[in-house]
C-alpha cells in the first residue's frame, strides 16, 4: 500500500503526506448530528404507519379489535369456563369468519391464513420532507443533509 502505513490508517483524501489531500468538509459531529435527527424522523414516520396500517386492519376492515376487546373484558378467573362454554364456541367461530373475510380481501380468496404481513414503509416523499426539515434546522443545503445521513448509515452499517 501507498506511505507504508498500516491499512486503516491511510489517507482517504489523497496525498501521501500527513495531513496532504482533500480537507474534510463535515466534522463526525455534523454526521452524528444530521444523521441520529434524520433517522429518530424515520423511525418515528415508520411507527406511526405501522400503528395507522394495524388499526385500518384490525378496526377498519374487520370487527377483530371489538371480538378480543369482549374477551379482555371478562376476568381472567372466568375466561377458561367462558372459552368452554357456547359462548367461547360463537367467539372462536366469529373470529374465523373475519380471518376468512380479511383473507378474502386482501388475496382475494377465502382462506384461513392467520398471519398476515402489516406495512411499515411510510409514505412516498416522507424522505424528501425530512430531509428539508434538517436542512432548515441545522442551515444547510437539502444535498448536505441528504450526504451527511447516508455518511451516518454507512457509519452505523460498520
Not at 18 to 39: H, K, N, Y
Amino acid at each position: 500500500m501507498s506511505g507504508g502505513k498500516p491499512l486503516g490508517q491511510q489517507a482517504t483524501h489523497g496525498g501521501k503526506r500527513d495531513g496532504a489531500g482533500r480537507p474534510r468538509i463535515w466534522s463526525f459531529e455534523d454526521v452524528l448530528t444530521v444523521g441520529q435527527m434524520c433517522e429518530t424522523r424515520w423511525r418515528e414516520v415508520e411507527a406511526a404507519t405501522f400503528k395507522r396500517n394495524l388499526n385500518e386492519m384490525l378496526e377498519d376492515k374487520t370487527e377483530l379489535a371489538s371480538l378480543t376487546g369482549a374477551v379482555n373484558r371478562r376476568p381472567k378467573s372466568k375466561r377458561r369456563s367462558w372459552w368452554d362454554s357456547e359462548g367461547g364456541e360463537d367467539f372462536r367461530n366469529d373470529i374465523i369468519e373475519e380471518i376468512g373475510d380479511l383473507n378474502e380481501e386482501i388475496s382475494g380468496e377465502r382462506s384461513q391464513n392467520r398471519v398476515f404481513q402489516i406495512s411499515k414503509q411510510p409514505p412516498w416523499g416522507t424522505r424528501k420532507k425530512i430531509l428539508e426539515e434538517a436542512a432548515i434546522k441545522f442551515g444547510i443545503k437539502v444535498k448536505t443533509a441528504s450526504n451527511l445521513w447516508e455518511a451516518y448509515r454507512r457509519f452505523e452499517r460498520e
